[in-house]
Each structure stands twice: as C-alpha cells, then as structure tokens.
C-alpha cells in the first residue's frame, strides 16, 4: 500500500491522491496547508478564550465545578490532572465501565488516588451492549465498523455522563477528546445546545429494527424526557481549546505517575478492547486501518509525531490482521459477541444510526 511519506495516509482512502514522489494532495498544497492551520489556530484560541470564561463561570456553584469521563487512556488521565492540579477545580470522574481492559483500570485506579478526586462508577447491565454490538456489526452503516459503533456507543455514555450532570446539577462535561475527536459533524470544541437540550440521542435504524426494547432504547439519552427548566449541562472539548501534542501527553502521564508506564499511556494498548475487531472489520473491508486518516491529520497539524506512527501504523495492522498480541482481543470479542468474521458487514445507508434532532 502506498503511503504520503510525510503524514502516512494511505492512497486508498477517499478522496486521497499521491505524488510521483509520494506526497499526498492533502500534504502537497504548502499554502493552503498554512492557510487552513491559520484558520484552525484562530479558530482553537477562540475556543480558549470561551473555555476559560467557561472555567470562570463554574467555580462554587454546586458541589462540584465539572464532571469529567475517566476511560483510562492517557488524554482523559492528562485532563484530571490539569483541572484538578493545575486549575484548582472541584472535579467528580465519572466511568461507565463497559468493555475497559485491566490496563487502563490500573491507570483509572492510579490516577484517582495519586489526585486525590471523587470517582463515581456506573456499571450497566452488559447483556444491552452484547446485544448492540452484535446487531450493529452485523448490519454496519457504509462507513464501517467503527463509525458505527463509535456513533452509538459513544452517545450512550455520552448520555450517561449529561445525566449524572443534570441530576448532581454540575454545570460542565468536559471529555478528553483529542482533535478529530468525536466525529466532526457531532462535535468540535462544544456540543450543540439543541443536541443537548432538544435531541432524542435514540439511534433511529436501531428504534425501527424491532430488535430492542422501549426499556432498552431508553438506555439513550432524550433532552426531551426532562422537565421545563431543567439545568442541561456545557459539554466541552478541552483538547480542542488547548494546543495539543500527543508524545507530551504520553510523556507527561507516566512523569507525574499517573500512569505505570509508556505502555499505560499508549492509545494502542488503553483503548477499548471492541475496538480492535472494529479496525479488524474495516480493514477486510476497507483495506486500510479507519482510524489513519485521523493520525494522518494530527500528523499534519504537529500534534502527532510522525516517526511514532511510522513505526507503530504497520504494526498495528500486523497484529490485527494475524490476532497477534494486542490483536488477540479480535479473537476474543468474536467469541464474546458470538459471531463469525463473514457476519461483520454493511448493510445500512450513511447516517442510519445519527440521533436526529427533535423538534422544537
């Protein structure tokens, strides 16, 4: 597979184009490459500047500043330490504990008592999520297995972290999303207020495949099931406000003893263990790992280091390919969900699972 030599993405992604000298289209315009990250820097300290106030804002309402989601992965951790540390900020974390690996329990449980900060748990029933993610790889929106997932599970704790915050009446969320994270079109610094305030977040193909339940689609979070004058929550991206590198992260973690070691602060080895099936899925289909073309963009903007994901982009798709390693988890999440390889497939429209707006 051919690769732009400076940001790594693969000629085989859409809309993708290389060089003779393998340079892709999205690396080969210097200009417009200037001119888009100038927009993005005015962009990002705009988004400070309203996060700050935002910080401002919040201090001594309430029993707590701001809720934040504790997945165990090196930004969430990072994201503690700066608003409970550095920002004097009375934090609650928050973990749904859904399909989070041993690794990045023992960054949660580290973290927690090295900062000494509330943490509150909510463990739902398991037999909900099988069902979904058994459902939803089956029957896969166009753009794959982790777009899918990622579009309903992502809302569902999402969901549960907007209810915790309406009903401990905690003015912020704030994710440790780093850019290019959720997907664009959901969110960039900020949730809208309608998908926080007016939105059913039920995926609709999901509500109309007769698979579930009332009591199970309820799992999702509805602004609408709230009454008048209900306090809804800011949910914010810090990330995306702040400058943001990658390796400084990984390296700030394990310094300040959050983390055991590089390997506790490495997305490859904290990161939900569904997740290398979905890039198994997407590779069979795709030919290429999804999540690429995310790396790529950090690696253009410098939030990434290029010589890192040169190195570990391969090796990733090795393991997953052969079940080797950390790749292993593919394997595992088959028997776990009960399916085959040739059951991992698309068969829904682009955009079958977005929550849709609710009218007002």
């Given at each position: 597979m051919?690769?732009c030599?400076r940001?790594?993405?693969?000629?085989?992604v859409?809309?993708?184009?290389l060089?003779t000298?393998d340079v892709c289209?999205?690396?080969g315009?210097?200009?417009a490459?200037?001119l888009?990250a100038?927009q993005?820097?005015?962009?990002r300290?705009?988004?400070?500047?309203?996060?700050?106030?935002a910080?401002?804002?919040?201090?001594g309402?309430g029993?707590?500043?701001?809720?934040?989601p504790l997945s165990?992965?090196?930004?969430s951790?990072?994201?503690?330490y700066?608003?409970?540390?550095?920002?004097?900020?009375?934090?609650?974390?928050f973990t749904?504990?859904?399909?989070i690996?041993?690794?990045a329990?023992d960054?949660?449980?580290r973290?927690?008592a090295?900062?000494d900060?509330?943490?509150l748990?909510?463990t739902?029933s398991h037999?909900?999520?099988?069902k979904?993610?058994?459902?939803l790889?089956?029957?896969?929106?166009e753009?794959?297995?982790?777009?899918?997932i990622?579009?309903v599970?992502?809302?569902?704790?999402?969901?549960d972290a907007i209810?915790?915050?309406i009903?401990?009446?905690?003015?912020?969320?704030l994710a440790g999303?780093?850019?290019?994270?959720?997907?664009?079109?959901?969110?960039?610094?900020?949730f809208s207020r309608?998908?926080i305030?007016?939105t059913?977040w039920t995926?609709p193909?999901?509500?109309a495949?007769?698979?579930?339940s009332?009591d199970?689609l309820?799992?999702?979070?509805?602004?609408?099931?709230?009454?008048a004058?209900?306090r809804f929550?800011r949910?914010?991206?810090p990330f995306h406000a702040?400058?943001?590198?990658?390796e400084?992260?990984m390296?700030?973690?394990?310094?300040?003893?959050?983390?055991?070691?590089?390997?506790h602060a490495?997305p490859?080895?904290?990161n939900?263990?569904?997740?290398w099936?979905?890039?198994y899925s997407?590779?069979?289909t795709?030919?290429?790992?999804?999540?690429?073309p995310?790396?790529a963009a950090l690696i253009?903007?410098d939030?990434a280091?290029?010589s890192y994901?040169?190195?570990?982009?391969?090796?990733v798709d090795?393991m997953?390919?052969h079940r080797l390693g950390p790749g292993r988890?593919?394997?595992r999440s088959l028997?776990w969900?009960d399916?085959?390889?040739d059951?991992l497939?698309?068969?829904?429209?682009r955009?079958?699972y977005?929550?849709?707006p609710?009218?007002?």
């Amino acid at each position: 597979m051919r690769r732009c030599k400076r940001c790594l993405v693969p000629e085989i992604v859409p809309g993708v184009r290389l060089s003779t000298v393998d340079v892709c289209n999205l690396c080969g315009d210097q200009h417009a490459l200037a001119l888009q990250a100038g927009q993005v820097e005015q962009s990002r300290l705009a988004d400070e500047a309203d996060f700050e106030k935002a910080l401002a804002d919040c201090r001594g309402q309430g029993q707590y500043d701001c809720l934040v989601p504790l997945s165990g992965g090196k930004d969430s951790v990072d994201l503690l330490y700066r608003l409970k540390v550095e920002r004097k900020l009375k934090v609650l974390a928050f973990t749904a504990d859904v399909n989070i690996p041993p690794l990045a329990w023992d960054n949660i449980r580290r973290t927690i008592a090295k900062l000494d900060i509330d943490h509150l748990t909510y463990t739902p029933s398991h037999a909900f999520y099988e069902k979904a993610f058994r459902y939803l790889l089956r029957n896969q929106e166009e753009r794959g297995a982790v777009y899918t997932i990622s579009y309903v599970y992502a809302p569902l704790f999402e969901g549960d972290a907007i209810k915790l915050a309406i009903e401990k009446d905690i003015p912020l969320v704030l994710a440790g999303y780093s850019p290019g994270q959720p997907e664009p079109e959901r969110m960039l610094y900020e949730f809208s207020r309608e998908l926080i305030c007016k939105t059913d977040w039920t995926p609709p193909a999901l509500a109309a495949s007769g698979e579930f339940s009332d009591d199970e689609l309820g799992r999702f979070y509805n602004a609408n099931n709230y009454p008048a004058g209900t306090r809804f929550p800011r949910y914010l991206g810090p990330f995306h406000a702040w400058a943001y590198d990658q390796e400084e992260i990984m390296r700030q973690v394990v310094a300040r003893g959050l983390v055991a070691t590089s390997k506790h602060a490495s997305p490859i080895h904290s990161n939900y263990p569904i997740n290398w099936l979905l890039m198994y899925s997407d590779l069979r289909t795709f030919g290429y790992n999804p999540y690429l073309p995310e790396f790529a963009a950090l690696i253009r903007s410098d939030k990434a280091s290029l010589s890192y994901w040169r190195v570990m982009g391969p090796l990733v798709d090795f393991m997953i390919r052969h079940r080797l390693g950390p790749g292993r988890e593919v394997s595992r999440s088959l028997k776990w969900l009960d399916l085959d390889a040739d059951e991992l497939r698309i068969t829904k429209a682009r955009g079958a699972y977005d929550p849709q707006p609710a009218l007002a």
